[in-house]
């Protein structure tokens, strides 16, 4: 089934009223009964004809006001919607992809029980720019400024997964060493990129 397209609105449907308009017409009314919610209805019935027009309903058939609202409910309520993708689940995910965006899968999860991770040239020498990276945004020099930017590196993924405080110490205990020993083997198989 292709995807229905929402129609764009025009004119007057296309923005809503300014309160300098509404202001300038209670301005304008010499009455001393003048009503704003008079004058308001009046012309939100007016922008209602003006809907009937832009979906195409014709007035004189019958209930054009419950054919206006299907055609609303089509256009922005997600459960008139028919997708081809099926179900998606609503709610926080079951399990955790962890350290995703900034690391790629260089942290991914253990790989399943007798296949050796991968270390390719490419994914050693993205590890040593992003620690590259993040000693020259947070000015990280002398010792320490290796692990002290693998510690940044491990907390934004995190916080960018929605960790708490105490899963990220955790995840700093797990994943810091590994972290350290990949990236000392990164400079050493890379010697053409300083430390």
């Not at 229905?4 to 300098?20: F, H, M, Q, S, V």
């Not at 008079?38 to 054009?64: C, F, G």
Request: hydrophobic share 35%; net charge positive.
């Amino acid at each position: 089934m292709a995807k229905r397209t929402k129609p764009k609105y025009t004119g007057e449907l296309a923005k809503p009223i300014p309160r300098n308009k509404l202001l300038a017409e209670m301005l304008r009314s010499p009455a001393p009964d003048f009503s704003i919610d008079d004058w308001l209805n009046e012309t939100h019935a007016r922008l209602l004809r003006k809907l009937l027009d832009h979906y195409k309903i014709v007035d004189d058939r019958s209930d054009p006001w419950l054919r206006l609202a299907y055609q609303l409910a089509l256009d922005h309520v997600p459960g008139f919607a028919i997708s081809e993708e099926g179900v998606r689940p609503v709610g926080r995910p079951k399990t955790k992809a962890v350290y995703v965006g900034l690391l790629g899968d260089m942290l991914a999860p253990k790989k399943a029980a007798g296949r050796p991770p991968i270390h390719t040239k490419e994914r050693q020498q993205n590890l040593i720019r992003v620690v590259q990276r993040i000693q020259k945004e947070e000015g990280l020099s002398g010792r320490g400024k290796n692990k002290e930017a693998l510690r940044i590196f491990i907390t934004k993924i995190c916080q960018r997964q929605g960790y708490s405080a105490s899963q990220i110490r955790s995840a700093i205990a797990n994943e810091l060493p590994n972290l350290e020993k990949r990236l000392a083997d990164a400079f050493r198989a890379n010697p053409e990129i300083k430390e």
